[in-house]
């Protein structure tokens, strides 16, 4: 069965950083397209980063260039989002996802999320 677990939240300062982290079971990342997605209180979904599988990156968010990173850890299975210089604005429920085509796509599965909070 595949599937994908988020870790790595919690409450940060603002200015400060986190690293969010997604294990797979069941499927190798690799062969997949991963990306995260963000949900804040009283607002859509929205896409954050996406690595497919031949490790190119697609940046859904402007919000977010230069201070979130996306990376895959093959030996682990797992995907990671670095996130620098945070902001109020950041805070959000963090889902990771995956699908078999490419980031252009619908995801196909889905974590059950890690909240973020930035706040002072």
């Known amino acids: 069965q595949l599937q994908l677990v988020e870790s790595g939240g919690g409450l940060v300062q603002p200015g400060g950083s986190l690293r969010l982290s997604c294990a797979a079971s069941?499927?190798?990342?690799?062969?997949?397209?991963t990306a995260w997605f963000r949900q804040a209180p009283g607002k859509e979904r929205e896409g954050v980063m996406c690595?497919?599988?031949?490790?190119?990156?697609?940046n859904y968010a402007d919000s977010v260039k230069g201070r979130f990173t996306i990376s895959r850890d093959n030996a682990k299975n797992m995907v990671y989002l670095q996130m620098n210089s945070l902001q109020p604005g950041d805070t959000a429920v963090y889902y990771c996802?995956?699908?078999?085509?490419?980031?252009?796509?619908?995801?196909?599965?889905w974590g059950k999320g890690t909240l973020v909070t930035v706040s002072s």
């Open positions: 996802a995956a699908t078999l085509k490419t980031c252009s796509y619908p995801m196909d599965w």
């Open positions: 690595l497919d599988y031949g490790g190119g990156i697609t």
């Open positions: 069941g499927f190798r990342l690799d062969y997949y397209a």
